[in-house]
């Protein structure tokens, strides 16, 4: 039942990702106006006007790569890991990285986007830090020693 559920979640959340690859570039950037203007109000400062528009549209960018990357790869390894193949880890890796690579594929045909090997990069280093988070806390709950 566990493992059932993960799947649907990992495909639900590679298709969310598709989504979002879908969108036109300006669909995304009037998405990542709307965070900055949250971030805005909920801290009261103006990073816009320390940083530039375009520099924190950027960071915004890159920095949802990384984050959602993080969550696919933490799912895709607590995925695997309630089945019997070896090299979980760099299966997990692999898997992550190929979808990066799908997913800048994809961009390609979509309006106002394109691939970029950068993106690919950060998506992976995403992908990595959430599968060794998971594979760390698995470690950790292994080795807890009740007195």
Known sequence: MKRKFLFVLLLSYMAFIFYLSSEPAYISHNRNRKIIETVKVTTGKDIEKKVG???LNFYVRKNAHFFLFMFLGSLTFLYIKHTKIKNKFLIA???CFLYAVSDE???YFVPGRGPKVMDVL????????GITFIKIINWKSKNIVVK
């Open 93 to 95: 890796f692999i898997f």
């Open 53 to 55: 528009r375009e520099r």
């Open 122 to 129: 950060i998506d992976s280093t995403g992908a990595l830090i």
């Open 105 to 107: 594929v994809h961009q």
